[in-house]
C-alpha cells in the first residue's frame, strides 16, 4: 500500500507522478485474454429479458438503444467484495461486479450512493484520500490492483472526470503532452499531428478546433474542454475507460458526440460509465449496476433492468419514483 496523501487527484499538473497522464508513468501493457473461457461462456449469455417484458413495463420512458448485443465480452477486470469505508462511514458496501471489454457499463444511482467511489476505487485514486479505507479485492487480468504500480495502473485505467481539468497549454499541447510521455520526450510536434488530430477527432472535437490547435485549451466552451479530456484520455490508450458522468456539462449535440464514441470504443477498451441521466444508460449500455446508500442492488443487462427490474427499489429507481 502507498501512504495515504490528501485527496489531490482532480487538482495537481500534469507533473504529478500520480496522474496516469504524467511523464513518470511507464509505457502502458495491452494484454488481451482472449482464451478465457469464462469470459467465452459469458458472451455467449442472452442479453435480452424474456418476451412480454419491455422498458414501458417497469414504468421507464423508452429511449432508443445505440447498441446492438456485444460482438464479445472479455472479462478484464473484477471488482470481488469491496467496501469502501470515509472514517467510519462506509459508502460502498460489499460490491462486486465484473468489467468487461467489448461491453459499456453504466452505474447508475441517486447521489451519494457510492458511484464516484467505486469508480476511484478501480485505479486506486480512493488511496488519495486520507480517510478512505478499501476491503476486498479488485483484479485488473486476474492481477490484484494493489500489486500494480499506481502510475501503470492509472495509465492502464484512465478517468475522466465530471469536471473537464484540461492541462494550462494548448489544445495541441494537451494531447501531444501524453504522446510524448508515451513515445520519444524530444517528438517533433509535426511528427505528434496524425496522432494528435486522430484523438481530436475520436473524441468529435477536430472539426471545431483544427484551425487554432494553438488555442489555450482553457479557453474552450466547458463542452469542448470536456472533449478534449476524452481525447487526451484516449490518447493514453487505455485498457479500462472510467467516466465520471462525462456528459453532465454538455449540450445535447455534444452528449450525442460522446454517446457514439463510446458505443464505438467498446470493443478495445472497456468502459464504464456513471451517469444519473437514465435514457443516457439505456441508449448506450450493455450492463447496469444500480446502486443505492453503498448497497450494489441489481445488476443486469440494460434492457432487462430497465425493463423487467428484479428488485422493488430498481423498479422504483427507472421508473421516476425516487432519485
Ligand atoms: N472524500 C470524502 N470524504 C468523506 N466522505 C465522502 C468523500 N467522498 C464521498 N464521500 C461520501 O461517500 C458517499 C458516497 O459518495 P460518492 O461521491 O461516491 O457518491 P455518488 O454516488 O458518486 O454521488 P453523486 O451522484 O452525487 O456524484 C457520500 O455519502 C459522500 O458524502
Ligand atoms: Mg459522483
Not at 484540461?166 to 504522446?179: G, R
Request: with cysteine.
Amino acid at each position: 500500500m502507498e501512504p495515504l496523501t490528501p485527496d489531490i487527484s482532480e487538482q495537481k499538473g500534469p507533473m504529478d507522478p500520480f496522474r496516469s497522464d504524467s511523464p513518470l508513468a511507464p509505457p502502458p501493457i495491452r494484454r488481451l485474454k482472449l482464451d478465457d473461457p469464462e469470459a467465452a461462456k459469458e458472451a455467449t449469455e442472452p442479453l435480452t429479458p424474456a418476451a412480454g417484458s419491455g422498458p414501458q413495463q417497469s414504468g421507464f420512458v423508452t429511449a432508443k438503444r445505440s447498441v446492438g448485443a456485444p460482438q464479445f465480452s472479455i472479462r478484464r477486470m473484477e471488482i470481488d467484495g469491496v467496501s469502501v469505508h470515509y472514517g467510519a462511514k462506509e459508502a460502498v458496501k460489499g460490491v462486486s461486479l465484473p468489467v468487461r471489454q467489448g461491453e459499456v457499463l453504466s452505474l447508475i444511482g441517486p447521489s451519494g450512493c457510492g458511484k464516484t467511489t467505486l469508480l476511484r476505487s478501480l485505479n486506486r485514486l480512493t488511496e488519495l484520500t486520507s480517510t478512505a479505507t478499501l476491503t476486498g479485492r479488485i483484479l485488473l487480468d486476474d492481477v490484484d490492483i494493489t500489486e500494480i504500480e499506481p502510475t501503470l495502473l492509472r495509465r492502464r485505467v484512465t478517468m475522466v472526470f465530471q469536471q473537464p481539468n484540461p492541462f494550462p497549454m494548448s489544445v495541441f499541447d494537451n494531447i501531444a503532452y501524453v504522446l510524448r510521455e508515451q513515445g520519444s520526450r524530444r517528438a517533433r510536434k509535426k511528427s505528434l499531428e496524425p496522432k494528435v488530430h486522430s484523438a481530436l477527432d475520436r473524441a468529435g472535437l477536430f472539426e471545431e478546433v483544427k484551425d487554432n490547435l494553438d488555442h489555450p485549451a482553457l479557453k474552450l466552451s466547458g463542452g469542448q474542454q470536456q472533449r478534449l479530456c476524452i481525447a487526451r484520455a484516449l490518447a493514453a490508450e487505455p485498457e479500462v475507460l472510467l467516466l465520471d458522468e462525462p456528459c453532465s456539462a454538455l449540450d445535447p449535440k455534444s452528449t450525442q458526440v460522446i454517446e457514439d464514441l463510446i458505443v464505438k470504443l467498446r470493443d478495445d477498451v472497456a468502459v464504464v460509465i456513471v451517469t444519473h441521466n437514465l435514457q443516457q444508460a439505456y441508449r448506450i449500455a450493455d450492463h447496469v449496476a444500480f446502486m443505492y446508500l453503498g448497497d450494489l442492488v441489481e445488476y443486469n443487462s440494460a434492457t432487462a433492468l430497465f425493463g423487467s427490474p428484479r428488485e422493488q427499489r430498481t423498479q422504483e429507481y427507472v421508473s421516476g419514483a425516487f432519485g
